[in-house]
């Protein structure tokens, strides 16, 4: 296997972003976007537990002849690490920097890279401007309200001293007439909020497209960073309520504590500040702290380290172990991918990862939004209510906007 680099008129980049949001992977941040399409090899699934699954991506990389840099995996990873991550290494891989989309390409043989490179063009100029959304015909909370308040309260029966916070979700499910179209679903989550990494991919069957807030971990080279968000308020008029509310900086706190524990091991330097700063998106205002650091080892990946914080307890709770038991004990579903990581890493071992929140699985007629809030001793069932109803308001909003009409 070779990679074969070209670039892509600039006619048809428009229309990369919408093939990509129907049947692509992406991971496009602000200042750079990677889309993916096709596999050049079977797709590999594991547990990202496993260092030899691990290893094993790396080395499938390592293995492609190419004198580019940025031959790449993209990788969805699920809530539950012991559960199976999918890695797609597309055969057409395009980056686009400051309007231009350098695209790599690989096949057996040159040849075949280029006849892929051809068709892929063409393909792209037969895509179709995204459709108008569908209209709604029923939204279902999954649980109720007074279901998931209940929730909270029998949560916080379990906390202790030695189990301080637990994170639990719940679903909206709005009813269409038609299939949504994720492309017109990413495209206004970008105007939304385009300081989001956005991402999509097909899993179980489904589109999975979000534009997720939160850096997990990024490595490149021997350098690291994480962004970890707990501690939610409504707008930007509230960003002094939110920094002196005891409650909040209780669950930041527990958050950055444990993720600076689990990366001490693997760091050779560890920096971030004492004080959460405010991330401010158009619906909602997070506390937020940046990690940084640089690894003591070479030899660790993008990947070894995503594997040592998730699930953060911004999405599980403290201790880890507790808190899973206990979300799958009161959660009425599985989370699946909803709070899992996605993202890319190269055969270098660099890689960028974002929690998977803020996104919604197109069913079918159906789209599923679904967000959580952190319990913690001083919480109030119904704030928590509050403050889930306001993240799911947030992401319909930009999904389903005719979906506000079904919720008080």
């Known amino acids: 296997m070779l990679a074969v680099l070209g670039l892509l008129d600039e006619e048809l980049i428009d229309n990369l972003v919408i093939h990509a949001a129907r049947v692509g992977m992406v991971h496009a941040e602000h200042a750079i976007a990677m889309y993916g399409f096709g596999d050049a090899v079977p797709v590999m699934s594991g547990s990202l537990l496993d260092r030899g699954f691990r290893n094993s991506i790396f080395e499938t990389l390592a293995a492609i002849e190419s004198d580019v840099r940025n031959v790449r995996a993209h990788i969805a990873v ?131 497209i979000g534009a997720s807030p939160e850096l997990l971990i990024r490595r490149s080279g021997t350098h690291f960073a994480s962004q970890p968000l707990a501690g939610t308020a409504s707008s930007r008029a509230l960003v002094e309520e939110l920094i002196n509310s005891t409650k909040d900086n209780a669950e930041h706190r527990i958050v950055v504590e444990e993720i600076v524990q689990r990366l001490t091991s693997l760091a050779e330097t560890l920096d971030y500040s004492s004080y959460p700063e405010v991330m401010a998106l158009r619906s909602v205002i997070h506390l937020a702290t940046r990690i940084t650091g640089t690894i003591a080892d070479p030899a660790t990946t993008s990947l070894d380290l995503l594997a040592a914080i998730c699930p953060t307890p911004a999405v599980s709770g403290r201790p880890i172990d507790t808190a899973m038991e206990l979300i799958r004990g009161l959660e009425t579903k599985q989370r699946g991918f909803f709070a899992g990581a996605m993202g890319w890493a190269d055969a270098s071992g660099n890689g960028a990862f974002v929690l998977a929140i803020r996104g919604v699985i197109v069913d079918q007629n159906d789209i599923i ?20 109803e306001m993240k799911l308001r947030s992401i319909l909003d930009a999904a389903a906007p005719q979906a506000a009409a079904y919720l008080l």
């Open 78 to 208: 699920p809530f539950d690490l012991s559960e199976r991550s999918f890695v797609h290494i597309p055969f057409i891989q395009v980056t686009i920097t400051k309007g231009i989309a350098s695209v790599v390409v690989l096949g057996d043989d040159t040849e075949q890279a280029r006849e892929r490179f051809k068709a892929f063009e063409a393909e792209l100029a037969s895509v179709t401007t995204p459709r108008s959304e569908p209209d709604v015909l029923d939204v279902r909370e999954e649980p109720p309200a007074i279901d998931y308040a209940n929730t909270v309260e029998a949560a916080k029966r379990h906390l202790s001293d030695d189990f301080d916070k637990v994170v639990l979700a719940r679903s909206l499910r709005v009813v269409l007439n038609d299939q949504a179209d994720p492309a017109a679903v990413l495209a206004s989550m970008e105007t939304r909020e385009p300081v989001c990494t956005r991402f999509a991919h097909t899993l179980n069957g489904n589109r999975f």
């Open 369 to 388: 939004a679904t967000a959580g809030a952190g319990i913690v001793a001083d919480s109030s069932a119904w704030a928590e209510v509050a403050e889930t």
